[in-house]
C-alpha cells in the first residue's frame, strides 16, 4: 500500500479517481440513480475537466494504491473568501470526495489520507477546512481529528437555466 497526493501526470490513478467519484455518488444515492445511469460519461467527462482545471492550484487529491490501483481517496478544494478577522488570508478548505472501495474499508486508509489532507492545508496557510458527512463512521473519524459539528450551515439549491 502507498499514500500519494496525485498529480496531473498520474494519469492512470486520476482515472481511477474519477471513478471512484461516480462510485461514490451512485452509493450514496446523492441523485437519482436513473439519471446517474443516463448521465454516466457526461459526469465522468465534467469530473476530469474539474480536476484538469483545477489539479495543484486549488485542488489537491491523495489516495491509497494498493496492487496498483487507487482504492481509497480523500480530496482538498481551496476557496479564497473576503478576508476576515478570523481568516486574514482568506484562505479556507472543504474536504471532499471521501470513499474508499468497500473492498477496502476498516484498514484506517482514510485517517491516513486525512492526515495528509491536513498537512497540505497546513502547508498552503488554510486555517479553517469544513467538510460535510452523514457517515457514523466517517463523523466518528472526523470528531477523533479534533473537527468539530456546526449545525449553523444553511443551503439552497438554486435552478440554473
Request: aromatic letters at 10%; charged letters at 30%; proline letters at 2%.
Amino acid at each position: 500500500m502507498m499514500i500519494k497526493e496525485l498529480m496531473i501526470e498520474d494519469r492512470k490513478y486520476l482515472e481511477e479517481s474519477i471513478e471512484l467519484r461516480y462510485e461514490m455518488q451512485f452509493e450514496e444515492k446523492r441523485v437519482d440513480e436513473e439519471q446517474l445511469l443516463r448521465n454516466k460519461s457526461e459526469i465522468k467527462e465534467n469530473i476530469r475537466n474539474f480536476i484538469d482545471s483545477h489539479l495543484g492550484k486549488d485542488l489537491f487529491i491523495v489516495g491509497m494504491i494498493e496492487d496498483g490501483h487507487l482504492v481509497a481517496t480523500c480530496c482538498l478544494q481551496v476557496l479564497e473568501y473576503y478576508p476576515e478577522w478570523k481568516c486574514l488570508n482568506g484562505k479556507k478548505g472543504y474536504i471532499t470526495n471521501v470513499y474508499t472501495l468497500p473492498k477496502y474499508r476498516k484498514r484506517g486508509y482514510q485517517r491516513q489520507l486525512m492526515m495528509m489532507v491536513l498537512d497540505i492545508a497546513q502547508k498552503n496557510q488554510i486555517e479553517y477546512i469544513k467538510l460535510s458527512s452523514q457517515n457514523p463512521n466517517a463523523i466518528h473519524l472526523y470528531e477523533s481529528l479534533g473537527f468539530i459539528s456546526d449545525k449553523n450551515a444553511f443551503k439552497i439549491k438554486l435552478t440554473i437555466e
